[in-house]
Antibody, heavy 119, light 107 residues
Framework: QVQLVESGGGVVQPGRSLRLSCAAS????????MHWVRQAPGKGLEWVAV????????YYGDSVKGRFTISRDKPKNTVYLQMNNLRTEDTAVYYC????????????WGQGTLVTVSS | AIQLTQSPSSLSASVGDRVTVTCRAS??????LAWYQQKPGQAPKLLIY???NLESGVPSRFSGSGSGTDFSLTISSLQPEDFASYYC?????????FGGGTKVEIK
């Protein structure tokens, strides 16, 4: 069965960096675009970034552009989110999600990892 | 960016009620819309894609309709496990965007 397991969350000071990981299994990783979606406490969902199935195309939400970088490691079946220059407003649960081949909605989600940006 | 406006933001309903949530896009998005259900402490779950296609395993009491700018999610007979938050999402263009959500509560 499809599994997406996020890790790397924690408490970090403003201006510092953090890298999230999402380990994927149960499907052909190289066929799927992978996304990060976040949810601030008590708020709605916000799409953060996507990386295409082959890693050649990447897109970002306006609020993280220039600070966050998405990448993927095919042999490890893992997608990453490098978050630099973190702000208090980046505090959220970060979900890894998959898009099936040719689609741009999210058919599988991980359980999320909490990032808290606080001094 | 394409804005999605969901209404209502919350509603109270009883078991067995028919419930409809609407989602309006700031520009035409064809049928590039999905609906998700999220329960407290859980990840979202895909219910509907391409505006009206039911995801495998989702009960048939859920249905979606619409195209262009106006969309709706209907639960034909609300069940206890359906009390949750619901979000629409457009995938016509990047950045992908979500509606603000609708919380369905027990009356």
């Amino acid at each position: 069965q499809v599994q997406l397991v996020e890790s790397g969350g924690g408490v970090v000071q403003p201006g510092r960096s953090l890298r999230l990981s999402c380990a994927a299994s149960g499907f052909t990783f190289s066929d799927s675009a992978m996304h990060w979606v976040r949810q601030a406490p008590g708020k709605g969902l916000e799409w953060v970034a996507v990386i295409s199935h082959d890693g050649t195309n990447k897109y970002y939400g306006d609020s993280v552009k220039g600070r966050f970088t998405i990448s993927r490691d095919k042999p490890k079946n893992t997608v990453y989110l490098q978050m630099n220059n973190l702000r208090t407003e980046d505090t959220a649960v970060y979900y890894c999600a998959r898009s099936g081949s040719g689609s741009y909605y999210f058919d599988y989600w991980g359980q999320g990892t909490l990032v808290t940006v606080s001094s | 960016a394409i804005q999605l406006t969901q209404s209502p933001s919350s509603l109270s309903a009883s078991v067995g009620d028919r419930v409809t949530v609407t989602c309006r896009a700031s520009e035409g998005i064809y049928s590039a819309l999905a609906w998700y259900q999220q329960k407290p402490g859980q990840a979202p779950k895909l219910l509907i894609y391409d505006a009206s296609n039911l995801e495998s395993g989702v009960p048939s009491r859920f249905s979606g309709s619409g195209s262009g700018t106006d969309f709706s999610l209907t639960i034909s007979s609300l069940q206890p496990e359906d009390f949750a938050s619901y979000y629409c999402q457009q995938f016509k263009s990047y950045p992908l965007t979500f509606g603000g959500g609708t919380k369905v509560e027990i009356k």
